[in-house]
């Protein structure tokens, strides 16, 4: 698996040196866009796994956000697309190979809490791995980190002060919240929403949780914004719909891309 990462990480070499990455997800792939670009898909990318899922591209773009040199993510691996974890966050490990040292994560989510709605921007606090495995089982990767990281803070606080004052700055309203990631590709039941609920969930989705496991242990530092693109399942009443969680995305697009622009340059 190392030898797979480091050939990604050379590959990717050859477009930049950045020391931020920024993974955008489902529906938010446009989100940022960059100034003199290099890119590779992530078919070009040795090692890399392949997106299968529509409205996900699958690019790894290396540019500007006004002076800083940034990586971009456009789309991303699922775990219920096949692949396993340790597949899952090859990405990542060859962005922290690569000396990436801040990951900034997008995601689209159901809202759990009843002070979320469909187009909040929510930031990510902390997280539940519902997933039922580990991106980090099996042999330990040493040259990436320890056998045990601390997952403590694992989204930085430092970061989200930042991100909380720029959003500010900005008028844009950024709410504070709990990530809970099942497996998919099935949307959950009410039944489940309710025990998340009480297992002290505010939003569920189904990607984000192996990427920052892989990337606290490599010792990076993470920031997450999640877009609740739906009620979570029962909260509305409703059946949920991929389409639905694309065009609230789409919606809210502009808002992030205020923010990413802003922010990004001040990790
Ligand atoms: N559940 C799981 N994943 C999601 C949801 C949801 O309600 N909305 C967007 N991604």
């Known amino acids: 698996m190392l030898a797979r990462i480091e050939h990604a990480a050379q590959a990717i070499s050859e477009l930049g040196k950045p020391e931020v990455a920024v993974v955008l997800g489902s529906g938010l792939s446009d989100v940022l866009p960059l100034e003199g670009v290099r890119s590779l898909s992530?078919?070009?990318?040795?090692?890399?796994?392949?997106?299968?899922?529509?409205?996900?591209?699958?690019?790894?773009e290396v540019g500007k956000v006004g002076d800083k040199e940034v990586l971009v993510q456009r789309g991303r691996i699922h775990y219920y697309e096949g692949y396993d974890l340790a597949e899952v966050v090859i990405p990542v490990r060859a962005y922290a190979l690569l000396g990436v040292k801040t990951?900034?994560?997008?995601?689209?989510?159901?809202?759990?809490?009843?002070?979320?709605?469909?187009?909040?921007?929510?930031?990510?606090?902390?997280?539940?791995?519902?997933?039922?495995?580990?991106?980090?089982?099996?042999?330990?990767?040493?040259?990436?980190?320890?056998?045990?990281?601390?997952?403590?803070?694992?989204?930085?606080?430092?970061?989200?002060?930042?991100?909380?004052?720029?959003?500010?700055?900005?008028?844009?309203?950024?709410?504070?919240?709990?990530?809970?990631?099942?497996?998919?590709?099935?949307?959950?039941?009410?039944?489940?929403?309710?025990?998340?609920?009480?297992?002290?969930?505010?939003?569920?989705g189904m990607s984000t949780v192996p990427e920052v496991i892989a990337a606290r242990h490599a010792g990076l530092r993470v920031l997450g914004i999640s877009c609740v693109t739906n009620y979570a399942a029962g909260l509305a009443g409703e059946p949920l719909s991929h389409e639905e969680v694309i065009e609230t995305t789409r919606r809210k697009a502009a808002e992030l891309s205020k923010l990413l622009t802003a922010l990004v340059p001040q990790l």
């Open 103 to 204: 990951l900034v994560i997008t995601n689209a989510s159901g809202g759990i809490s009843s002070e979320f709605h469909p187009g909040d921007l929510v930031l990510i606090t902390d997280h539940i791995n519902m997933l039922g495995g580990n991106p980090l089982r099996g042999p330990n990767l040493e040259r990436l980190g320890p056998r045990f990281p601390d997952m403590t803070a694992a989204y930085d606080p430092v970061l989200r002060a930042r991100a909380k004052e720029v959003a500010a700055r900005l008028g844009i309203e950024l709410r504070e919240g709990v990530y809970l990631a099942t497996m998919g590709p099935s949307y959950e039941t009410p039944a489940e929403i309710r025990a998340f609920q009480r297992l002290g969930a505010d939003l569920v």
């Open 42 to 60: 992530f078919g070009e990318v040795p090692g890399f796994p392949v997106p299968t899922v529509t409205g996900h591209a699958g690019r790894v």
